[in-house]
């Protein structure tokens, strides 16, 4: 059964391999073919010339030089793509099926320096350095291959050095315009064609929600809204700030004034106004509207509760899709609530709240059950934090009579 919950997530990953390119190989998608070839080659012996602090991967040591980045970076979700939940899955799973367990390293842990075990044999990586393992989505998984530095343009678009490129650190930066590009993100948020699908749609189809909604065609691409300013935060469904920067969330009362007997009609609304693909994109978090009522003591009044979900629903064995109800870029769920109010002083309660790990909660309680093995404690911590995600994006009370 434990092996059955794996073999789940292991299928979801067949044929995640970067997406297939375009027809008209555009430079940005030549070099990003080469960039993000899976899975990354060693970066191999750093230029004789590098100090051992340009030689190095670690985020902290790009840090010494560049602090905002490595600051913003570190609150981001990118850097604990090892977090618990992932490592203790891995703990056995390097064992038992190896092959799986490196395919989930392609997306949580892409450089080479960061797998236990080289790709085609699965005998010990020569190149592994465990400090670096633990460390996520590290500074060099975007930015370094065969110890060069590779970025955006200038912010005025040049690309060129004005310095000659021996008396830079690192050896000066080879600029590219493919880092100001959706395609750039691609290969970890959108399975390929052939990857595993649900219901007829991918499970992780992020760039295709993108690419065919208005945002794409005016040319606001993923990293306009998750890196504002360049800044490396990449926050998304478990930011309540940047959940609301893309709703817009409204309230009516059908009438301003009720007597007991009447029946009020009130409606909650949030539409999809700044979100740049589905709301939200993953089968994993959901979201509830809802409307009850609460009486003068501030107790809700039971059997009033009405709820309206929006989330892909999904069997724990991915198996089967339940439901679809996620918005895309200008649609809009709405909660209609009706009732009969039989007495004066009561108020209409309406929220939206927002638990964005919900899968993995119910995923990780499975998990237990079954019996996680030596990544157990693992598990139990990630089980906590995915409770402890949850939060309310609007709540607002509106007074009857
Ligand atoms: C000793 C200081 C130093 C260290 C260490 C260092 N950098 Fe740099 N980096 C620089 C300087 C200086 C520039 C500006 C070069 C230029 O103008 O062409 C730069 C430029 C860059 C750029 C282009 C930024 C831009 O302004 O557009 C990137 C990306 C980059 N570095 C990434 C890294 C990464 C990743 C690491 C760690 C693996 C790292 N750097 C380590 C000093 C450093
Ligand atoms: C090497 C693979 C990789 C690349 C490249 C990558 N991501 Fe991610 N991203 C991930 C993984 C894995 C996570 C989940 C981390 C976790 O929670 O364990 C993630 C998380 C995120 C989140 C946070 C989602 C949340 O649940 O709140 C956002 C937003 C995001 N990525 C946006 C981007 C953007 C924009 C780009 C391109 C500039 C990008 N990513 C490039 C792998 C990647
Ligand atoms: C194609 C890239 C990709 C691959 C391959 C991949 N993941 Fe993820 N994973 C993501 C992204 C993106 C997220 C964040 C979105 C989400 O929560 O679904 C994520 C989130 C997670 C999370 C929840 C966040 C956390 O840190 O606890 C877990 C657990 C996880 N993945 C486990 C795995 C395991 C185990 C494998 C291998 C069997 C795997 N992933 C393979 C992209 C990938
Ligand atoms: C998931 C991929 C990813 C990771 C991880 C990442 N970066 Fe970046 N970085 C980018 C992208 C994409 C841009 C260009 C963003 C833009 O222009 O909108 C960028 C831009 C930069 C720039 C240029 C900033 C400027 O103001 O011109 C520097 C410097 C840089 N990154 C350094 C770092 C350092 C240091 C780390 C680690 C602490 C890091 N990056 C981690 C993707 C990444
Ligand atoms: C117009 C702004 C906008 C654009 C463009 C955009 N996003 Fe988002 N994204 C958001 C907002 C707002 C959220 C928070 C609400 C949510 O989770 O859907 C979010 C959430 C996310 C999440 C969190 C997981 C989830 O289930 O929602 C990921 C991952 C993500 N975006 C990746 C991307 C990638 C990759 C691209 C480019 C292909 C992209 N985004 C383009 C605004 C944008």
């Not at 994993?284 to 809802?290: A, D, I, W």
């Not at 724990?316 to 007495?343: F, S």
Request: aromatic share 6%.
């Amino acid at each position: 059964m434990r092996s059955r919950l794996w073999l789940a997530l292991a299928l979801a990953l067949a044929g995640c391999a970067a997406a297939t390119s375009r027809a008209g190989l555009a430079p940005v998608e030549t070099f990003l073919a080469r960039h993000w070839r899976a899975p990354l080659a060693p970066q191999g012996p750093p230029p004789a010339r590098f100090s051992p602090l340009e030689a190095s991967l670690a985020p902290e040591a790009c840090g010494t030089c560049h602090p905002s980045q490595l600051a913003d970076w570190t609150t981001s979700l990118h850097s604990r793509s090892m977090g618990p939940g992932v490592a203790g899955q891995l703990v056995e799973m390097l064992e038992s099926d190896p092959g799986s367990a490196l395919s989930c390293l392609t997306c949580h842990a892409p450089l080479a320096e960061q797998a236990p075990r080289a790709p085609a044999a699965l005998e010990p990586n020569p190149a592994f350095d465990p400090a670096l393992a633990r460390r996520g989505i590290p500074c060099a998984a975007c930015h370094v291959r065969g110890h060069q530095r590779f970025g955006p343009p200038r912010r005025d678009g040049s690309l060129a050095s004005t310095a000659p490129r021996e008396t830079l650190p690192h050896g000066g930066v080879t600029r590219t315009p493919a880092y100001l590009a959706s395609e750039f993100c691609r290969g970890c948020h959108q399975f390929g064609r052939d990857g595993f699908a649900l219901g007829g749609k991918l499970l992780e189809d992020t760039y295709n929600e993108w690419k065919a909604n208005r945002f794409a065609r005016e040319g606001v691409q993923c990293q306009d809204c998750h890196m504002p300013d360049r800044r490396h935060l990449w926050r998304g469904i478990h930011d309540p700030e940047m959940v609301r920067s893309g709703l817009t969330i409204t309230t009516e009362a059908g009438a301003e004034r009720y007597r007991a007997g009447d029946t009020i009609s009130v409606t909650l609304t949030v539409e999809s106004t700044r979100v740049g693909h589905a709301f939200p994109t993953y089968v994993t978090p959901r979201v509830v509207l809802s409307a009850e009522l609460v009486d003068r003591a501030g107790e809700v009044v039971a059997g009033s509760r009405e709820e309206h979900v929006i989330a892909r629903e999904v069997t724990l064995d991915l198996e089967r899709e339940i439901a679809d109800t996620r918005l895309m870029p200008g649609q809009k769920a709405v909660l209609d609530y009706r009732r009969r109010v039989d007495r004066a002083g009561l108020r209409v309660r309406l929220s939206v709240v927002v638990y964005p790990d919900e899968f993995y909660t119910r995923f990780f309680e499975a998990l237990l059950a079954q019996g996680a093995g030596r990544g157990e404690a693992q598990i139990r911590e990630a089980l906590e934090a995915t409770r402890r995600s949850t939060f309310t994006v609007f709540e607002r009370d509106i007074p009857l009579t």
